[in-house]
């Protein structure tokens, strides 16, 4: 599975933006599909998670209520809407998959995602 990441941009505070993850190889349909962050002299850290066949979700207690994350079958893509952006959401986004989830899914040790995106650059501006 090899994962393009989109959507990211500039944006003020308060401000909104849609991020995108789609397999150019490959299907999403794998067990589970996160979003991952890292701002400047940060570890990487699970922001959003989903479990494709159940839909189970898992959000970082940072983004809950702010963030939203949904899959489209047809689209074969993971979207992480984000609305309410303040500067500490400022870093860059990955999504990942992890493809051998079989139950409490998604997952959220990093090392669970074996696929991951090339990341896309999200900064808030205050």
């Known amino acids: 599975v090899h994962l393009q990441a989109s959507g990211g941009g500039l944006v003020q505070v308060g401000g909104s933006l849609r991020l995108s993850c789609t397999a150019s190889?490959?299907?999403?349909?794998?067990?589970?599909v996160g979003w991952f962050r890292q701002a400047p002299g940060k570890e990487r850290e699970l922001v959003s998670a989903i479990a494709w066949s159940s839909g189970s979700t898992y959000y970082d207690a940072s983004v809950m209520g702010r963030f939203t994350i949904s899959r489209d079958n047809a689209k074969n893509t993971v979207s992480l809407q984000m609305n309410r952006l303040n500067p500490e959401d400022t870093a860059v986004y990955f999504c990942a998959a992890d493809t051998v989830c079989i139950f409490n899914c998604p997952r959220r040790d990093p090392s669970s995602y074996t696929h991951w995106g090339q990341g896309t650059l999200v900064t808030v501006s205050s």
């Open positions: 190889e490959g299907t999403l349909t794998s067990a589970a």
